[in-house]
């Protein structure tokens, strides 16, 4: 037995949409090369490489601020981890903001609605119906 064609009306179908694929991009991280698979075209890779920088650097001028010499173990876990520590606790206080932000303008909002007449402003108002007088005892006899 043969399996059934399937006939496909030619125009009608529309091919599905390619999806972007990852490419290669060789970035160095606080002295490290690394290969990156990514999507990002463009600066926002390298800004995301300065703003990982420059919070370890931030870091290090702090420890040696603090203890008077530069940390012993630069390339440690720990020291890893404390720098994405400090980037995740930068990110949750800018979502933090975000969302304080959002909720001033909705309260403003709020009451800026709450000043507006419940009665709608109409710009084009109809015209009233003119006024009949009534015919007969009833007002609907001719």
């Given at each position: 037995?043969?399996?059934?064609?399937?006939?496909?009306?030619?125009?009608?179908?529309?091919?599905?949409?390619?999806?972007?694929?990852?490419?290669?991009?060789?970035?160095?991280?606080?002295?490290?090369?690394?290969?990156?698979?990514?999507?990002?075209?463009?600066?926002?890779?390298?800004?995301?490489?300065?703003?990982?920088?420059?919070?370890?650097?931030?870091?290090?001028?702090?420890?040696?601020?603090?203890?008077?010499?530069?940390?012993?173990?630069?390339?440690?876990?720990?020291?890893?981890?404390?720098?994405?520590?400090?980037?995740?606790?930068?990110?949750?206080?800018?979502?933090?903001?975000?969302?304080?932000?959002?909720?001033?303008?909705?309260?403003?909002?709020?009451?800026?609605?709450?000043?507006?007449p419940d009665d709608s402003y109409d710009s084009h108002p109809s015209p009233p119906s003119p006024l009949r007088e009534p015919n007969g005892l009833f007002g609907s006899e001719p």
């Amino acid at each position: 037995m043969k399996p059934p064609r399937i006939r496909i009306p030619a125009g009608r179908v529309a091919p599905a949409p390619r999806k972007p694929k990852p490419h290669e991009v060789d970035v160095e991280v606080l002295g490290r090369a690394l290969k990156v698979h990514t999507f990002e075209y463009g600066d926002s890779l390298a800004r995301a490489k300065e703003v990982l920088e420059a919070g370890f650097n931030d870091m290090e001028e702090a420890y040696a601020l603090t203890w008077g010499s530069s940390p012993a173990a630069l390339d440690s876990t720990t020291w890893l981890l404390m720098g994405a520590l400090n980037l995740a606790h930068r990110v949750a206080q800018l979502e933090q903001e975000a969302t304080r932000t959002t909720q001033d303008l909705e309260h403003t909002l709020s009451k800026f609605l709450d000043d507006v007449p419940d009665d709608s402003y109409d710009s084009h108002p109809s015209p009233p119906s003119p006024l009949r007088e009534p015919n007969g005892l009833f007002g609907s006899e001719p």
